[in-house]
């Protein structure tokens, strides 16, 4: 065709050649140098011409980024949407060919600085994929997802290359080797946004999530053998490669290399160089020059630079700490800045409107439907033969169908190559972000992984009795956590005939920059180099502290377990661990931690938040503790020797203070122990303005005085325990009782009861001063008041089937009207799993009611 005169300003372009390929634009070599009629060293150079539009596409491309990212992240779109979107607006069909776009943002002479720098961020993003890879996840001894993985590759395949040359889809004669890179995109499973989309649907420790998993990285390995061999048999302008041997024997012969060779060497340097685990600059940047060079090989031996680069990261040594600091140094250097050059150039290359000139919308329709379809069909067939149900089938088959970075890989090494052209790389890329736009949403919004009904009876502490074993859940959000709950849990009283076990949890919010192999964490993979240096130091200070219990105690058994979750979900975590587990009590840390000068800081208003959900959500009994140096050595201690500790129960009345005079009793039995029950009983005065609340503090006085009977029968030959009443009329008598007690005997440990739903007239008055409801109101006074600076206080909430459905509806009220969202949220999702497994024991505690009424 005829050449086409471009102008901008002081420079001319000749566009030469309009294809399906894309444009030939020629321009004179001196438009790469800008003099500006400057002399000397002042003249210009291509540097100091291209830096300013390179400084200028680099912003532009960050920011639209970041904006859709925002925007895109309440739908429940995973980010791989946003980078389409971000590639798409630069697109020629929408603001690639406005003057402004190619005048002052991307203009033609400039192009392949851009895409220089994009090319490099790819290696080393892909290297990052590499890095993040757990291979150790796939068991070839679970055949579910080896069977997964290789049926959809096999149906995937063969579909894409019948779509690929379906009427319609774009011009009638088209290359070959394009339907390889074509099938190739359409069949891969994107490890790393896998990860991210079950973070996100809670899915992770489902057995759908580790089966998704596991099939993901099968299907990602086959994937890149594929594109090794889609580089091996094509050249690079879409003809059969006659090299194809060399090229396949050279690229396996660089993967036993890094298997045999740079993998143990690595490991052999590493340790032989590093001093007390530090990484010095020399080991990274060892590392990041070998990326480069290892991508060169490869590069050189006819596969491509990428494929270096990931073998590269699968060589670095697994649980090694460089791997975490080479990580922390180019997360988000490359994701935040870089990467987005790379979304850009993938928008350049693609063309709406020369697609739909090309590609019949009826054809478009079949190859989106087909596209999605295939992986789920196959999945639901292998269910037929595997033991799995079929909604989880269904789930498993459209996760299988999560698209990544590497699915545009795949695309552009195919346009490189010209044996994809425009209209079928553009078509391909709107079938991923379609696929992408599907996924997430329609899993959060119909799929719910169906619970395992565990029927366990022991989820209070009052049924256990000391008779059986009790299994405790501990959380830690910081190491100043662990001090505290570690003494109370030493105070428990742990015997052969009621053995303490112990699951700690170390919670660890998910940010925007946590890995993959950060999220994959399980009760055998304990934090160590996928952590930052901070959090895993304290992770291993926090499992060393916990673990330290058993080796003093045959009768206590410790687990730890790392839990990765944004604090909007961490509740359900806690729960879903504390369902798992089967434990009848969990220990959450009071958000106000105690300050150097004796008082209690601000806290975290994310872990209030926390405790709250936890105390609506939880499937057994809830204490919180509030610690004032309950870990301490006190002064009066003999060479660090345990001291006497006194405790004191205040009994109110109500389930959750009989849950905690059962938690107190527990702990006596102990030589070092000194109980002290205070019972607070209402006197007439309080009783007569009362009204209303009266009748329902008898009908839980007839409960209570059956409780505080058995307590007295069976502990009254214990010269440890003492048991005291005292009658008052309001609120302000109490804490007067309190201060009294005190002062004649300061106590190291206060248990009380959370008295939710509990009007009680003992404690009139003191509601106007609660400024945390998760403490109840003795609770909170407790933790606010000047007489116990020095002492702890653990607030015990009964687990209730009924308070549960009253404080999850309570909470979706609240979120109804906009106050609070996220719980909303958790509530709903909380509700039919309450009804659907709870139903036993919400009669087992309505029947424990009525005998002890009828007593």
């Given at each position: 065709m005829s050449a086409e005169v471009h102008k901008e300003e002081n420079v001319t372009y000749s566009i030469v050649d309009v294809s399906r390929y894309g444009k030939v634009v020629c321009y004179e070599e001196k438009y790469l140098f800008q003099n500006r009629d400057l002399k000397g060293w002042q003249s210009g150079s291509t540097m100091s011409s291209a830096l300013p539009f390179f400084i200028t596409q680099l912003l532009i491309a960050n920011f639209t980024y970041r904006v859709l990212y925002y925007l895109t992240?309440?739908?429940?779109?995973?980010?791989?949407?946003?980078?389409?979107?971000?590639?798409?607006?630069?697109?020629?069909?929408v603001f690639g060919d406005t003057e402004f776009i190619v005048k002052y943002v991307f203009p033609y002479r400039y192009t392949l600085v851009l895409e220089t720098f994009a090319n490099l961020a790819l290696v080393y993003n892909i290297f990052l994929l590499g890095l993040g890879m757990e291979l150790r996840m796939v068991r070839f001894t679970e055949l579910k997802p080896l069977v997964i993985a290789i049926v959809g590759l096999v149906a995937s395949l063969p579909l894409g290359i019948v779509l690929y040359f379906l009427p319609g889809n774009g011009v009638s004669d088209k290359v070959l080797a394009g339907c390889v890179f074509w099938s190739v995109a359409m069949s891969c499973t994107n490890f790393p946004d896998l990860a991210r989309i079950l973070a996100d649907l809670k899915l992770l420790r489902s057995d759908v999530g580790r089966t998704a998993m596991s099939a993901s990285i099968i299907t990602d390995m086959s994937t890149w053998v594929l594109l090794v061999l889609g580089f091996a048999a094509f050249s690079k302008t879409g003809e059969f490669n006659k090299m194809m041997p060399f090229v396949i024997l050279s690229t396996g012969g660089f993967v036993l290399l890094s298997i045999f060779v740079i993998q143990p060497l690595l490991a052999w340097a590493f340790s032989k160089t590093m001093k007390g685990g530090h990484i010095g600059d020399t080991h990274v940047w060892f590392i990041l020059g070998g990326v480069v060079l290892c991508g060169l090989i490869t590069d050189a031996?006819?596969?491509?630079?990428?494929?270096?680069?990931?073998?590269?990261?699968?060589?670095?040594?697994?649980?090694?700490?460089?791997?975490?600091?080479?990580?922390?140094?180019?997360?988000?250097?490359?994701?935040?800045?870089?990467?987005?050059?790379?979304y850009v150039t993938c928008g350049l290359r693609s063309d709406l409107r020369y697609m739909f000139q090309f590609t019949n919308q009826l054809t478009m329709v079949v190859v989106m439907v087909s596209s999605f379809m295939v992986k789920i069909v196959t999945t639901f067939a292998v269910s037929f033969f595997m033991p799995m149900p079929v909604r989880d089938s269904l789930a498993l088959g459209a996760l299988m169908n999560t698209k990544g970075t590497l699915s545009l890989v795949v695309l552009n090494a195919g346009r490189d190559t010209k044996a994809l052209d425009s209209p079928m790389?553009?078509?391909?890329?709107?079938?991923?972000?379609?696929?992408?736009?599907?996924?997430?949403?329609?899993?959060?919004?119909?799929?719910?992984?169906?619970?395992?009904?565990?029927?366990?009876?022991?989820?209070?502490?009052?049924?256990?009795?000391?008779e059986s074993e009790f299994r405790v859940l501990t959380c830690v959000h910081v190491l100043p956590n662990v001090f505290g709950i570690t003494n109370l849990l030493r105070a428990s009283n742990p015997?052969?005939?009621?053995?303490?076990?112990?699951?700690?949890?170390?919670?660890?919010?998910?940010?925007?920059?946590?890995?993959?192999?950060?999220?994959?964490?399980?009760?055998?993979?304990?934090?160590?180099?996928?952590?930052?240096?901070?959090?895993?130091?304290?992770?291993?200070?926090?499992?060393?502290?916990?673990?330290a219990l058993e080796v003093h105690n045959d009768a206590m058994m410790v687990q730890t377990i790392t839990a990765v979750s944004p604090y909007a979900t961490m509740h359900e975590d806690i729960c879903a661990l504390a369902e798992d587990k089967r434990v009848c009590f969990i220990i959450l840390p009071y958000h106000r931690h105690l300050t150097a000068d004796g008082r209690m800081g601000e806290g975290n208003a994310s872990h209030a938040d926390i405790n709250q959900n936890v105390l609506n959500n939880a499937p057994c009994s809830v204490g919180i503790l509030v610690d004032r140096g309950m870990g301490m050595v006190r002064s009066d201690s003999v060479h660090g020797e345990p001291t006497?500790?006194?405790?004191?129960?205040?009994?109110?009345?109500?389930?959750?203070?009989?849950?905690?005079?059962?938690?107190?009793?527990?702990?006596?039995?102990?030589?070092?122990?000194?109980?002290t029950v205070v019972r607070f009983v209402p006197g007439n005065d309080a009783l007569a303005s009362a009204g209303k609340s009266a009748g329902s503090y008898s009908k839980e006085k007839q409960v209570d005085d059956e409780c505080i009977y058995e307590f007295n029968f069976k502990t009254m030959n214990d010269p440890s325990v003492t048991f005291i009443e005292k009658v008052v009329n309001d609120g302000q008598d109490t804490v007067s009782m309190i201060r009294e007690m005190e002062d004649n005997q300061s106590c190291d440990l206060y248990v009380v009861g959370r008295g939710y739903n509990v009007d009680s007239p003992v404690t009139v008055g003191l509601t106007d001063w609660s400024s945390s409801p998760e403490l109840g109101t003795i609770g909170d006074t407790l933790a606010a008041s000047n007489f116990t600076m020095h002492a702890s206080v653990l607030v015990i909430q009964q687990y209730s089937s009924v308070n549960r459905q009253a404080a999850a509806a309570a909470?979706?009220?609240?979120?109804?009207?906009?106050?609070?969202?996220?719980?909303?949220?958790?509530?709903?999702?909380?509700?039919?799993?309450m009804k659907t497994m709870h139903n036993d024991e919400e009669d087992d505690d309505d029947e424990d009611y009525r005998i002890g009424v009828r007593k």
């Open positions: 992240r309440p739908l429940y779109l995973p980010p791989f949407v946003a980078q389409i979107l971000c590639g798409l607006l630069f697109s020629p069909s031996c006819g596969a491509h630079s990428i494929t270096g680069a990931f073998l590269f990261g699968l060589s670095i040594p697994h649980d090694h700490v460089v791997r975490n600091t080479i990580e922390e140094k180019l997360h988000d250097f490359l994701s935040g800045i870089l990467m987005p050059l790379f790389y553009t078509h391909m890329t709107v079938v991923l972000l379609v696929m992408s736009l599907i996924v997430e949403p329609l899993l959060a919004l119909t799929y719910r992984p169906k619970k395992k009904a565990a029927h366990y009876k022991h989820r209070t502490v009052e049924k256990i009795k000391g015997t052969k005939q009621s053995p303490l076990t112990v699951f700690a949890i170390h919670l660890v919010e998910l940010t925007g920059r946590t890995t993959a192999s950060m999220l994959i964490m399980n009760d055998e993979c304990k934090p160590k180099a996928n952590f930052s240096d901070r959090v895993r130091a304290e992770s291993e200070q926090i499992a060393e502290s916990f673990e006497t500790r006194h405790i004191a129960m205040l009994f109110v009345g109500g389930a959750d203070d009989r849950e905690a005079l059962s938690y107190a009793w527990r702990m006596v039995g102990q030589h070092m122990i000194r109980l909470a979706m009220a609240a979120g109804g009207e906009g106050k609070d969202k996220e719980t909303d949220k958790s509530s709903r999702d909380a509700e039919p799993f």
